[in-house]
């Protein structure tokens, strides 16, 4: 099991940068993929990055892609996500995510079911 809790959220103009942090607790933390995903008042929670067990590979939402980097430290058991570019759009609040990668079952990043265990969210907030 692994418990998850996000920070780095705030209030930032369009065109600035926020740098989010998600810090990890628990056993087996390098045998988790990790993602970021996204919920903005009314609109269901949508991916935004992931980066794999071993920091091997990222996928990122067309959104957001050439904006955010996702990044990972297994030894201090952490995962980043430096936004640049941020728009009005990019408003919700972030959440930090864990899918088991211990079953060797196919990599589905962006896919919310496929996640085992959730932070309680960093709200951001991009204004115009």
């Known amino acids: 099991q692994v418990q998850l809790v996000e920070s780095g959220g705030g209030l930032v103009q369009a065109g600035g940068s926020l740098r989010l942090s998600c810090a990890a607790s628990?056993?087996?933390?390098?045998?988790?993929?990790m993602g970021w995903f996204r919920q903005a008042p009314g609109k269901d929670r949508e991916f935004v990055a992931a980066?794999?067990?071993?920091?091997?590979?990222?996928d990122y939402a067309d959104s957001v892609k050439g904006r955010v980097t996702i990044s990972r430290d297994n030894a201090w058991k952490t995962v980043a996500l430096q936004m640049n570019s941020l728009k009005p759009e990019d408003t919700a609040v972030y959440y930090c995510?864990?899918?088991?990668?211990?079953?060797?079952?196919?990599?589905?990043?962006?896919?919310?079911?496929?996640?085992?265990?959730w932070g309680q969210g960093t709200q951001v907030t991009v204004s115009s």
């Open positions: 995510a864990a899918d088991w990668a211990g079953d060797g079952n196919h990599w589905y990043p962006a896919l919310p079911r496929e996640y085992d265990y």
């Open positions: 628990g056993r087996d933390f390098n045998m988790y993929h």
């Open positions: 980066v794999n067990w071993n920091g091997g590979s990222t």
